[in-house]
């Protein structure tokens, strides 16, 4: 079983940059992937970024390409969203997720269902 916890959210103009913790525990990190999903009100959770095991692979969502970065640290336990030029179609819940892939079938998913460990979510607010 494999505990996530996120920090880091919070209230944030347009334009500014805030980055997403999320510290693992009681599973072997590195060999999950990792993603980072979203969740605004009144819509389905949906996929912002993927990280595979080593970190060498990544994918992101196209509305996120070029301002959100992916990245994790296998000694820390801790996988990071750093998220810049922030816009107001950014405010959501943001949950971290740990996909176990225990038959080592790919690099990264975007899909919620491969996910099977997630976080309790932090709220990132951005103001217009």
């Known amino acids: 079983q494999v505990q996530l916890v996120e920090s880091g959210g919070g209230l944030v103009q347009a334009g500014g940059s805030l980055r997403l913790s999320c510290a693992a525990s009681g599973g072997t990190f590195s060999s999950h992937i990792m993603g980072w999903f979203r969740q605004a009100p009144g819509k389905e959770r949906e996929f912002v970024a993927a990280?595979?095991?080593?970190?060498?692979?990544?994918s992101y969502a196209d509305s996120v390409k070029g301002r959100f970065t992916i990245s994790r640290d296998n000694a820390k336990n801790t996988v990071y969203l750093q998220m810049n030029s922030l816009k107001h179609e950014d405010t959501a819940v943001y949950y971290c997720?740990?996909?176990?892939?225990?038959?080592?079938?790919?690099?990264?998913?975007?899909?919620?269902?491969?996910?099977?460990?997630w976080g309790q979510g932090t709220q990132v607010t951005v103001s217009s």
């Open positions: 990280l595979s095991r080593s970190g060498g692979s990544t």
């Open positions: 997720a740990a996909d176990p892939d225990i038959y080592i079938s790919r690099s990264y998913s975007s899909r919620v269902g491969d996910y099977d460990y």
